[in-house]
Every structure is written in C-alpha cells, then in structure tokens.
C-alpha cells in the first residue's frame, strides 16, 4: 500500500513539474512576393540555418512561395542557392521550349516567322504575352518529386501554405493541399508575364494581389513566434517608373503599402533585405540578391538566437530522385487530339522507365506543338510505379496569321506572308500556307497529319522563282552553249510532294515518298538562240532520314544534325528528248561544339553523287553564294559567288569559329573546301585529294527578332575575288 501512495505520489509531482515547463514555441516565417527580389529569402534561410533554429510552419506568397515550399519539402538554404544559381534565367521569364523538344516540321515553323497573331472568324487577335510558365512548373516538379505523392502539405517535413487569388472574384485562396509544384506556380503567376493557372475549377494568378505577406494565416494556426521576411518595394518615384513590370509593382504596392503597417507590427521578427535598385526580374543577379538576405539577416541573429538548437532540422537530406517508373498513362477527355498523337508527343509509353529529363522533354515536346493552353501533371503512387496524370487544356485559337522578313543576293526582299489553320479536316493535322512577295515571287503549302509514334502523312507544294546571272562556266556545265561571259537566267521551279514519315529510334525522322516537278529555265539575254533551256515534268520516288539536335538554327552552340536523301528519277516529259533514267544520293552530317566561353567550333560535311548513264544537269550540285534559303541542289560556299560551281558529284567541307563578343552579337571566321565535278567518286584520286576548291570568309550577325542580320565578306584563293553579302532575317 505504500509503495502504490509513493508511485502516485511521484507521478502527481511529476505532472505538477512538467505543467510549470514553458513549452517550445512554434516558430513560423512568413516570405512575401516580389518577383526575383525574393531570392533575398534564401539569404536569410541561411542565417536560420546556421543557427540551428526549427520552423514549424511556412507561409508564402508569389516568389515567397516558391522559396518557402522548397524549403518546406526538404531543401536547406544552401542548397536553394545552388539551385537557383544555376536556373535558366531567360527560360524563367519566357515560355521557352527548346528545340530539341519540337519535331522538324515544328522547327521550321518557329524559324522563319517574326510575328504569330491568332486569326479567328476573320478578326484579327493579338499576342496573350503570357507564357505559360511550363519551364518554371517542369522545374519544380522536378525538385519537388520526392514530396509527389503528398497531398496534404501539413504531411510535408514541414507544414506549408501559399496564397493565390481568384481571377475572376478577386478572393483570396489559401493553398494548403493539392501538388505542391502546381500550387507554388498559381501563387506566383504574375498577371500579364504569366498565364492563370487553373486548380479545382478556379482560374488562380499571383498571390500578392490580395496578401502579398500572409501572416494572418500562420497566426491562425497557432503559431506563437513569427519570423517575416519582405521583399515588397515601397512607392517609387517617376523617374523610376521604367517599364511594364514595374508600372504593375506599383500599383500592386498601393494597396499592400496601407496593410503593411499592421503585419510589420504583428511580426515578431521584421526582415526587410535592402534591394532597392533591383527588378522584379532581376534573376541574373541573384546572387547579389542573396548577399543582401544574408546580409540583413545577420544584423537579427542577436533576436534570432533565443530560438536556436531548439530542435532539430532535417533539411538538407533531400536526395534528387533521376528517373522514375511509369505504370500508366492517363489525361482528360480531349475533343481534337487522339491518344497516340499524345503518345506519340510525349515519346514514352506506359510500364516504362524514363529519367526526370525524358519526362521533362515529354511535356515540352506536348507545348511545342502549340495545340495546348495550359499543361499540367502529377503523379499517384501505384503499386509498383506511378501513374502520370496530365492535364490538358485544348488551345481555342486554331488560326494564324504569320508574318517575316527576309533579303539575301540570291533570292533578293521577300515578304512572308503566312496563314495557318489547325485541325482543317482532321485531328491533328495542320495546314499552312506561306505567299512570298518582293523580287522573286514564291509560296509554300504544306498540309500534315501528325500521328506521332505511328506514320504521319504530309503534302507539300511549292513555287521557287528567282533571277539570276550566271558566269559562263556555269553556263558551260548546264549545257546552255554559250560564249557569253554571264547570261541572265529566270528559273521557275513548281514542286508537289505527298510523303510518309515516322520517328525511328525515338530520334530520326524517317519517310518517304513521291513527287512531281515542273522545271522551266529561259533567257532573254541570248541571240540566236532558243531562250527556254528547260520545260519538262520530272516524277520522282524518294527516301529520307534525319535528326537535328542542334540548340539553335542560327548560331548554333551546341548539337549535331544527320540528314540524308536518295532520290530517283523514273519519268520526265523530256523537253530535250535526252532523259534517261538516274538516282541522286546525297547526304549531310554537322556537329557544334563550345571549345570555351562564348567561343563555339561547328564543323559540317556533306557529299552527293548521281547513279546512272545520265543525268539532269539542272539537278547537278551547284555551290556558290550565302545567306538564302536552299532549293533542290543549289548550296552556299563562300569564295565564290552564287551559283558558280557545278558537278553531278561534290564533297565539301565546312569549319566555323564563332565568338559572341556580348549577347545575341557574334564574329565568326569559315573555311569551306571542296571538290566537285562528274563523277568524281568513280577513283579515289579525283575526291580524296587536295580540294579544287576553297574559300574562307570573316563574318559579324545578330540575333534578332527578326531572326539572323549579318554581313559575310568572302574571298577565294584560287580566284582571288572577294565578295561581300547582306542577308536580313529568316531564311525561307
């Protein structure tokens, strides 16, 4: 009996000793918006870290939100700097795909118009400018995958939530659930820089708009100390007054400025990082911006340090998960795409493994095709895998009309003028159609069904025209029998093709198919003779492969090209009564690779020859010329002027070194080689020999809107003539 008074003695006083123990106090921060200013939370997130305090709870809005949901899924400051140290900061700010995520066709859709507005019901639109953010959703989804699965954030290594606000009622929306990537972009979409992102059928945009510092909403949840940090800007003056993005910053202030008054007090511990004179876009310079965090922070560590040690962390331990295991595949209801062509997008199929950047690269191929206005995905735990679930919400515009520019020596000003129309007659297909006005008139029509991993179907039909003088040597070759030292040549050339193609190896473009050519060539510069040299129909059956990684069209950095072609001829009208049957082969292989910064080496090879008694002289190899867009055989080769150089076989050699001196400006040197002739390829010594024939050139481009503006002056040794040429805006 007294031993059961003392153990109830014991464990009155023990209660009696622990009820007078204060209890540790939950330590929330809260991060607010302010575009590339908040990086400045990383800065101090390392002062928290290095004192070894705990945060209970993280509350964020916009760029607040992305931090502190990184930073509540696992992350530790450190490596949230490494992070964001090594993003893409152009690709943040604009809907970048790269393009290696578009397919051929999507390639040359994207490289040779300047301007895209939509065009519906004969009324024109203009361009949203709003990227859909899929870069910044990709990336973190990405860092956020080992947390994929959790749909409650207070299951997360530490509870989370983020503020948005509903478009169409203006209401706040507290984020505490759902996917956290999805989540943490609605709260930072920037009104006019990013579209609305729509969760739970609300169309979602930037948190800050209606609290851009929720502590509210951390004190509601019993949390005892807060730690705040902000980043908002006060009111500028007109002289600061630069620019759409900081117009808006404004305005957004007006109203958070007259709320602040009141959260500064509520603040247990009030951060304001000193980063008056960056943007909301400055991300190039966020180290800088973190400096300044750290910087504020540390002048609070004697206010911060009652709270240190107070309880472990385990951020930091957060292990990037490289690949992933796709047990299914499923997405909405969609009323103008199949299945396959999702499929066949995305380049991966269900019960498979993929790493995080296949499935990057996936997604990005789904936003090149421009058939869809929001992309979204997330995943749920399956047995043994996960289901990849993606959202898709079908672009309303289907039509465009499209707009460029172009001049070069050859083809002379051109205008683009482009109309095109998706889903015409089927799902999935496109048609396009581009009118070429100026000194050469030309068009091009392309109709495509995109299948994706199974055969797409294509039909082209194109007009070339251009006026030409061209030197008697060329002359000689093309058996236009002439003395005359030039003679001025209009070429006319009307091509239809209908082909097959397919993605062979998840990489190549492979197909084939049939086409039928008129060709006419005439002069009115000869005496005494009959001015048209050329008037026939030519049938034709061809195959192809080809693959394209390079990162740019123009000013390629990084990447290597294939693409190969035979080519034979079975039928023509025979305006000469000379034609016999013959095959053309030909292929091209380049690589660019950066040798150090900002310097780039590329270096292209390609060849060709013709199988048979006899060809077409008018489809010979004829090099000569820069800055235009090929046409059947004809090729640029510096040190000689256009269409100077003729054979029925050619190899040629081509190294580039370009410079970029500052952005978007480069200096480049070239040296081309080669040897072409007839039949050059039937003894070794005729092609695997010193070249015949070389040229060098020194080169200055931009990188425009427009696309590439660059003047190439040129010189041959052989010759010694040099040239000089102007090419302005895309090649088409």
Not at 103 to 121: C, G, M, Q, V, W
Not at 250 to 262: A, H, V
Not at 263 to 270: G, H, L, N, P, S
Request: charged share 20%; glycine share 8%; with cysteine.
């Amino acid at each position: 009996m007294k031993k059961l008074l003392l153990f109830v003695s014991l464990l009155f006083l023990t209660q009696i000793s622990l009820g007078q123990e204060n209890p540790r106090p939950k330590v929330g921060l809260v991060l607010s918006g302010g575009g590339a200013k908040g990086l400045a939370h990383i800065g101090v997130l390392k002062v928290i870290d290095s004192l070894g305090i705990k945060v209970d709870y993280v509350a964020g809005t916009s760029m607040g939100a992305i931090v502190g949901g990184l930073y509540a899924s696992g992350y530790n400051a450190e490596q949230l700097d490494s992070i964001f140290s090594n993003v893409d900061v152009d690709a943040l700010l604009q809907d970048y795909t790269p393009r290696g995520s578009k397919s051929f066709y999507e390639k040359r859709n994207d490289e040779i118009y300047a301007l895209t507005l939509p065009f519906n019901k004969f009324k024109l639109g203009l361009p949203s400018g709003l990227s859909k953010g899929l870069y910044n959703f990709n990336l973190l989804s990405s860092l956020t995958q080992h947390v994929s699965h959790v749909r409650d954030f207070k299951q997360l290594p530490i509870p989370f939530l983020c503020i948005a606000t509903d478009a169409e009622t203006g209401e706040k929306v507290v984020l505490d659930s759902g996917v956290l990537a999805q989540n943490m972009i609605a709260s930072g979409a920037l009104p006019t820089l990013y579209s609305p992102v729509e969760i739970n059928g609300r169309v979602l945009i930037d948190g800050g708009v209606v609290d851009n510092y929720p502590i509210e909403e951390l004190k509601s949840r019993g949390i005892d100390i807060v730690i705040g940090v902000d980043v908002q800007d006060g009111l500028k003056t007109r002289d600061e007054l630069k620019g759409v993005t900081s117009v808006l910053a404004q305005i957004n202030n007006f109203s958070m400025i007259e709320k602040m008054e009141g959260k500064q007090k509520a603040t247990d511990i009030y951060i304001k990082p000193d980063i008056k004179g960056f943007t909301v876009v400055a991300f190039d310079k966020g180290k800088e911006i973190i400096g300044k965090g750290k910087e504020k922070a540390l002048e609070f560590v004697k206010e911060l340090t009652p709270f240190s040690n107070l309880g472990s962390r385990n951020n930091g331990n957060v292990i990037a998960q490289d690949s992933i295991y796709i047990k299914d595949i499923v997405f909405n209801k969609l009323d103008n795409f199949t299945r396959a062509y999702i499929i066949g997008k995305l380049k991966f199929k269900r019960n498979t493994k993929i790493s995080m950047t296949q499935l990057q690269k996936g997604v990005l191929n789904l936003n090149a095709t421009q058939n869809f206005s929001a992309i979204n995905y997330s995943f749920e735990k399956m047995q043994d895998g996960d289901k990849l679930i993606l959202h898709l919400k079908e672009n309303e515009n289907t039509a465009f009309l499209k707009f460029g520019l172009h001049y070069d020596d050859l083809f002379k000003s051109g205008i683009l003028l482009n109309y095109t129309k998706k889903r015409l007659l089927a799902k999935n297909d496109v048609a396009s159609l581009d009118l070429i006005l100026g000194d050469n008139i030309r068009y091009n029509f392309d109709y495509y069904i995109d299948n994706g991993f199974y055969w797409s179907f294509g039909f082209n039909s194109k007009l070339t025209t251009f006026n030409r003088n061209i030197t008697s040597n060329i002359a000689d070759d093309v058996v236009f029998n002439t003395t005359a030292n030039a003679i001025n040549v209009d070429f006319f050339d009307l091509s239809n093709q209908a082909y097959l193609q397919t993605i062979f190896a998840q990489k190549f473009s492979l197909g084939g198919g049939v086409e039928f050519k008129f060709l006419r060539l005439e002069s009115e510069t000869l005496e005494n003779t009959k001015p048209v040299f050329e008037d026939s129909n030519y049938l034709s059956v061809f195959g192809f492969m080809k693959y394209d990684s390079f990162d740019k069209k123009y000013f390629s950095r990084t990447g290597w090209n294939f693409n190969s072609e035979i080519r034979y001829y079975g039928y023509s009208s025979d305006y000469k009564n000379n034609f016999e049957r013959f095959t053309v082969a030909k292929a091209d292989f380049g690589f660019a690779q950066p040798v150090f910064k900002n310097m780039t080496f590329k270096l292209q090879t390609e060849g060709g020859f013709a199988i048979g008694e006899r060809s077409v002289s008018y489809f010979d190899f004829i090099l000569g010329g820069y800055g235009f867009q090929q046409v059947n055989n004809i090729k640029p080769f510096f040190g000689y002027d256009f269409l100077s150089l003729a054979g029925d076989s050619y190899v040629k050699l081509l190294l580039t070194a370009d410079y970029e001196v500052f952005k978007k400006h480069h200096l480049n040197f070239s040296a081309n080689f080669a040897n072409i002739g007839n039949k050059i390829f039937d003894t070794i010594d005729t092609w695997l020999v010193k070249p015949n024939y070389s040229g060098y050139s020194l080169g200055y481009g931009m990188e425009t809107v427009i696309g590439p503006v660059e003047i190439k002056h040129s010189w041959s040794p052989e010759t010694r003539n040099h040239y000089t040429w102007f090419s302005v805006g895309f090649w088409f």
